[in-house]
Structures are given as structure tokens and as C-alpha cells.
């Protein structure tokens, strides 16, 4: 049996922007632990958690990363995040494994970007939420401020639980034992702040309190998880993960008012597909079916394939059998490990609210569930919206002879994360690497040279324009072909339907009578499906449209599927041409973060690129957050522009919006482009 029962485990996720000082601080928590001897440093590439040598070399986190410690008699799980927005994706990720998500702002910066950010996710997900203001031991930090800022960005229910004291070099108590002075605010006013917002999740206990005017803490526990549950609460304490101030407490914290897996809000999962898809939440029982959610996946250049996963329900043993996703094959767990940053311990069993890693299992995959019985197939965990990954490049190997296996080594780099994706256009014959920002490429180009010895060289690549139409259309197309012998006969009728931007493709069979067999109608779909690939205005993928096939004829000898797939694809472009085909332009939601002054150059020079400003919201420091919607094709060289125009201190992130029509004249010169193209390639 494991050394810890679920109701005696904690899991949380450290968030929050770059350089908050979140590895930092999970080195202090381990270190107060006792996990590890003494806390190592960032700045001197001895963390547990930045292990990885990019991580050493840029001192920022790039993975999430888990470390586990004890405290109390109870087992933590932490997770320790990247804060810049390129691997943004890492955090979200780590976001289903946890019941707790501690929001780490840097008391120097004030709130920025991905705390913000991250409040909104850990909400979306239920997860209990608390804000950990770092660096009080820094010089001229306007502490008060810093606290005034959280509450006005994320709501009065942001209430501090302890407070900085001699300076910042301790924290003092607010709730359980409150007494003595703190450097600014009183403690008992504290105390009571967060007494009067418990008490409100339970009408007794609100009544006593009232009559009374006091209840006692153990009372308070209850009402206090739920508070957290129900985002009624936000708890607030202050640290310093340098000189080790406020860290026990935290620890404290966690132990006895972070949630237990018990007492945490349960993931959704949903069972089956499409109308029949069922919604149910898992039960922490040790004792129930198995439900794992893999959160992360790892290619690891030695132990290969690593699939990271929370036990949701039941309990997960090396001897246990486990199916993977829809798969009926079952496999043996075998070793099964917990890890400390870079480090793999082997553990017996892990119950609800672990953290575990089983290894060379290759079925696993990202966000699939692992569960220990035939019937329970089909599940899924309800999917975690992870931003659409719009920077891109266009990569093509450096040495002869690597272009086989770049294919499988992008597929290395995306099995482990969800914000990067490949696409290949053929008519350029252009593989196109996205993810959420240059760094993000970057770090990925790096481990494919340092991990896979493959060196690739980038250029920018073509805008991923897509091609829709804009009316309904009749097409028709007989395919005959008589040579020699056996002879080739199919013919097709086809309506097509505009669809609503976003809705992709459908295919649909009502043909009547048989006058296209059954048997057939695959091939009229596969000749359709070809036209998909390059559309007829500029030579992008089509999307957004309905094919009715309605009639047709067949010849009981000379009707082969080839003869459907031509007629196919021919009744499908004959009805295009009469539908009013289009180019859409890709259009990406920004979120820029730049000083205040700088905002009129920042927003002018968004609205002079086709683009609009969707809302502002003041952060602290002198900092602006800046929303907006900008066509991609406008974007080229956006982050050298945003550098210059706020001398170095902006930071921005883009995901895909939605795709819209594109201007005339764009279409134009898009059309003449491919016309040209086209014309080449016959010569
Ligand atoms: N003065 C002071 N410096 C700190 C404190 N915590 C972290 N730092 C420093 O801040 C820098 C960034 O710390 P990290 O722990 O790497 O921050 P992070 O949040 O993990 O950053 P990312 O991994 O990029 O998201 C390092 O130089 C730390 O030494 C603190 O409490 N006080
Ligand atoms: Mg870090």
C-alpha cells in the first residue's frame, strides 16, 4: 500500500509569469521539507525542477516539472510551471493533474499577463485557487500596492492569510494564531476579513458567528475548503523564496487548508461518443476502477517514451493491467515511478490524487485515459482548451538524406506538447513547424539538434489562407473512358451548402434507388475528399462546406471505384466554380503587454495593420494589457516592431481567433500568385 491515503495528499500547480520566482520557490519548499538537503539556485543551474540543460542555459522553466515532498505526514505533489507565454501550454497541462493551482506573482513586477491568465483557466477548471506574492524580501516593493493590485484584478475574495513582518523578512499569522504587528494592514482585521467570507458558505455557522461573534478554527475547516471550492475564497500569503520567509508557513498551508483530493472539486470525464456521450465525475476512492489522466508526455532520449498521469480513481499497482484510451489491448504497468525534477523513484502503487510515470509504454499518449476494465472504454477527460499555435516555420533539413526522419522526430516534439503542431502544404511542398511564439520554436529547433542530432534551416512561411465558398452550387459530372478492353463509367449529381465558418467539411449520402451503389459512395467521397486538399481560387485547403451527393449512374461492368473518384472529383469542382469560391484570412486574437506610455503607439500601429483593439485593462507598474484581433499576414516581424516601439519592455502572445474573407485586393493578388504558379509547374 502507498505510505499516504488520498485524503493525506496534496497536489498543486505553481503558475504565474516568468521569473515570479516559482522554481525558486518549489527549491525552498523542498528544501523546508527536508526533501533536499539544501535549496540550489537558478542562476547557478542547480534547481530540481529546471533540470533540462535549455533550461539551465535560458534560466527559465520550459516544462512542467514534478516534485514531490512530505510535510506533516502529508504527501505534496507540486508542479512546478513555465511562465512565459510560449509554453503557456506546459501550465495548462498541468492544470487537470491538480485540485489546487497557486498563483505565483512577483511582488517586484506587480500582476502581469499569465497570472492573469491563469486565474481565468484555474476557475474554468473549478481548482481551488491561491496567490502567493514573491520576493517581499526584494528592495522598494510596494507590498500594500502589490496586495491592492491582486484584489482589484481578481476580485475582493482575494484575502490575505498571512502578512509580511519585520521588514519582509518574516510573514505573520492571520488566521489560525493571530497576533502581533505586520509592516502594513492590521492582523486582526485580516483575521476577521477572512472569517466574515468563511462563514458565508453556511447559513448556521453564520448565525452562530452573528450571535456569538467568534467561532472556533476547527469550525472553520469545513466551510473553509468549500469556500475554496466555490472560488468564494482566494487565499493570499506572501514569501520570500531567497531568503526562505514565509515558506514553512506556506507549507503549513497547503497541509492543512489546501484541499485533498476528497475534499477538491473531482474532474468531468465524458463516456462514449457523439449524442450517446455521457458526462460523470471520478470518485478518489483507492478501492474503485482505475481512471488516470495522462497530463504529460516525455520523450526521453534514454528511457524513452514517459507518460505522466493522475490517478483520478482506484489504484494503480506495477502488476495492474491497464487499457489505454479505446484500445482493447491491455498492457502491464511494470515499473512505476514518481519523479523529483529530472529524477526517476520507483514507487510500488499510486491512489487517487498521485502524480505517477510509467515508461516505453508507446500506445500512451497525451490526454489519454488510462482505466482497468473492458467496459469502460471510451473516456475521456473533458478537453482542456489549449490556444491554437499560429507562429510558425518553415523548416527543411540541413543535411541530404534527413528528410525522412524529420518527420519522425516532429513527431517526437509533438507527442509531448499540445501547442505545437506540423502541417505539411504539398502544393509548395512546405513542412510548417507552429507554436505560440519564437522562443517556443526556437527551444523545440534546439532539442531536435541536441537531443536527435537534426539540424534544420527556417525561413517564414506562406500564411495558412484557407478557401470557402459563399452559395449554394448543382454539380454534375459523367466520367466515361473506353480503351481497349474493360471500359471506365460513373456518374455523379452534387448540391453543395456554404457552411458556418469553423464547421469544416461534411459529407453527405442521400442517394436514392441505388442509382450509385453503396459500395460506391466511398469513392465519390474520396474523389470529393481530393478537391479538399487545394482549392480553385489560390490553391488553399477548402473548408467550411456541405456536399450533398443526390444521383448518380453506374454501369453493372464498367463501373469501378476509379471511375466514382474522378466523377467525384469533377461534379465537386464543377460546383465549386458556380459557388462563389473565396479566400479566408486567418485572424489571431493578441494580448500584448506594454508600459502605459507606450499604449497610443501600440494600439495606432495595431489599427494601421486591419486591426482592432478589443479592451485594455490596466496591470500593475505602469503596465498595460492590451486585447486585440489582427489579420496573421499582417503580423511579420510584429516582435521586433512591439520591441522598438516599447523600448524592449513589451511581451505579446498570439493564438488563432477565427478565419474571415479576405480583403479584395488580397484575394487578387493571391488568385494571380497560384495562376502563376500553376502555369510554371505545366511547363
Ligand atoms: N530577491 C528575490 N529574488 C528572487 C526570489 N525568488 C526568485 N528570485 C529570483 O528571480 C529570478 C527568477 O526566478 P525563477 O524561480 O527562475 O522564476 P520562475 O517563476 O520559475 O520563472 P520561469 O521559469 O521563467 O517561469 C531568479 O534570478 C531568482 O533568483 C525572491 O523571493 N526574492
Ligand atoms: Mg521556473
Redesign the pocket.
Same mark, same amino acid.
Given at each position: 500500500m502507498p505510505k499516504f491515503a488520498t485524503d493525506h495528499i496534496r497536489t498543486v500547480a505553481l503558475v504565474?509569469?516568468?521569473?515570479?520566482?516559482?522554481?525558486?520557490?518549489t527549491e525552498a519548499l523542498l528544501a523546508t521539507s527536508g526533501a533536499i538537503a539544501a535549496a540550489g539556485?537558478?542562476?547557478r543551474g542547480t534547481t530540481v525542477s529546471?533540470f533540462d540543460t535549455l533550461e539551465k542555459a535560458y534560466?527559465?522553466?520550459l516544462r512542467a516539472s514534478l516534485v514531490h515532498l512530505e510535510a506533516d505526514g502529508t504527501r505534496i505533489h507540486l508542479i512546478?510551471t513555465?511562465?512565459?507565454p510560449d509554453f503557456i501550454g506546459q501550465a495548462i497541462g498541468a492544470l487537470d493533474a491538480v485540485e489546487t493551482a497557486a498563483v505565483?506573482v512577483n511582488a517586484t513586477a506587480g500582476v502581469q499577463m499569465i497570472a492573469a491568465r491563469m486565474m481565468e483557466w484555474a476557475a474554468k477548471r473549478k481548482l481551488c485557487r491561491l496567490v502567493v506574492i514573491? /520576493?517581499i524580501?526584494?528592495e522598494n516593493v510596494d507590498l500594500p500596492g502589490t496586495l491592492a493590485a491582486v484584489q482589484s484584478a481578481f476580485g475582493r475574495e482575494c484575502l490575505p492569510i498571512n502578512l509580511p513582518a519585520g521588514g519582509g523578512g518574516r510573514v505573520v499569522d492571520c488566521f489560525f494564531n493571530p497576533s502581533g504587528d505586520a509592516d502594513f494592514s492590521s492582523v486582526a482585521d485580516a483575521h476577521r476579513a477572512l472569517v466574515d467570507q468563511v462563514v458565508e458558505v453556511d447559513e448556521a455557522l453564520m448565525s452562530l458567528y452573528l450571535e456569538q461573534g467568534e467561532v472556533a478554527p476547527e469550525q472553520l475547516h469545513a466551510p473553509f475548503e468549500k469556500a475554496l471550492r466555490d472560488g468564494h475564497l482566494v487565499p493570499v500569503c506572501f514569501?520570500?523564496? /531567497?531568503?526562505g520567509a514565509g515558506v514553512k508557513e506556506l507549507l503549513d498551508i497547503l497541509v492543512k487548508l489546501a484541499p485533498s483530493p476528497v475534499e477538491g472539486n473531482p474532474p468531468l470525464f465524458v463516456k462514449g461518443d457523439g449524442d450517446a456521450a455521457t458526462e460523470f465525475r471520478s470518485v478518489p476512492d483507492p478501492a474503485k476502477h482505475v481512471l488516470a489522466h495522462v497530463f504529460k508526455v516525455v520523450m526521453d532520449p534514454f528511457v524513452g517514451k514517459l507518460g505522466i498521469f493522475r490517478v483520478h480513481q482506484g489504484t494503480v499497482s506495477r502488476d495492474t493491467q491497464l487499457y489505454i484510451g479505446d484500445s482493447r489491448k491491455a498492457i502491464k504497468v511494470g515499473h512505476l515511478f514518481m519523479l523529483q525534477g529530472g529524477k526517476y523513484v520507483e514507487i510500488d502503487a499510486a491512489v487517487p490524487g498521485d502524480l505517477a510515470a510509467v515508461a516505453k509504454i508507446d500506445e500512451v499518449s497525451f490526454d489519454c485515459v488510462l482505466h482497468d476494465s473492458h467496459d469502460e472504454d471510451r473516456i475521456h477527460m473533458r478537453a482542456l482548451e489549449f490556444p491554437v499555435p499560429m507562429h510558425g516555420f518553415a523548416i527543411t533539413p540541413k543535411r541530404r538524406g534527413d528528410e525522412q526522419r524529420i518527420s519522425d522526430v516532429l513527431h517526437k516534439m509533438i507527442a509531448e506538447d499540445p501547442t505545437l503542431v506540423v502541417t505539411h502544404d504539398p502544393t509548395v511542398n512546405e513542412t510548417v513547424l507552429r507554436g505560440l511564439g519564437d522562443l517556443h520554436l526556437r527551444s523545440v529547433l534546439e532539442r531536435m539538434a541536441s537531443q536527435f542530432k537534426l539540424e534544420v534551416d527556417t525561413r517564414p512561411p506562406r500564411v495558412p489562407y484557407r478557401e470557402t465558398v459563399t452559395a449554394k452550387a448543382e454539380g454534375h459530372h459523367r466520367h466515361k473512358k473506353q480503351t481497349g478492353g474493360a471500359g471506365q463509367f460513373g456518374e455523379v449529381y452534387l448540391r453543395i451548402e456554404p457552411l458556418p465558418r469553423g464547421a469544416g467539411f461534411e459529407f453527405v449520402d442521400q442517394v436514392k434507388g441505388g442509382a450509385i451503389p453503396n459500395t460506391l459512395i466511398p469513392a465519390v467521397q474520396k474523389g470529393v475528399e481530393q478537391v479538399l486538399a487545394a482549392g480553385p481560387v489560390a490553391g488553399f485547403p477548402l473548408q467550411d462546406v456541405r456536399v450533398i451527393v443526390y444521383d448518380g449512374k453506374y454501369h453493372p461492368v464498367d463501373s469501378k471505384e476509379v471511375a466514382f473518384v474522378a466523377a467525384g472529383r469533377k461534379a465537386f469542382l464543377d460546383a465549386i466554380a458556380k459557388a462563389k469560391p473565396i479566400v479566408l484570412e486567418p485572424i489571431v486574437g493578441v494580448e500584448i503587454n506594454c508600459p502605459a506610455t507606450t499604449m497610443g503607439d501600440v494600439t495606432g500601429d495595431l489599427s494601421s495593420r486591419r486591426g482592432q483593439v478589443t479592451g485594455t485593462q490596466t496591470l500593475q507598474g505602469e503596465m498595460l494589457a492590451v486585447n486585440g484581433l489582427a489579420p496573421l499576414s499582417e503580423l511579420d516581424g510584429y516582435a521586433a516592431r512591439l520591441k522598438s516601439m516599447t523600448g524592449g519592455h513589451g511581451a505579446w502572445t498570439m493564438a488563432l481567433s477565427h478565419y474571415e474573407m479576405a480583403p479584395a485586393n488580397l484575394q487578387a493578388e493571391l488568385a494571380t500568385e497560384y495562376a502563376k504558379h500553376r502555369r510554371h509547374e505545366e511547363e
Open positions: 504565474g509569469d516568468g521569473a515570479a520566482g516559482k522554481t525558486t520557490l539556485s537558478v542562476e529546471d534560466q527559465h522553466s512546478d513555465p511562465g512565459f505565483v514573491n /520576493r524580501d526584494a514569501a520570500s523564496a /531567497r531568503t
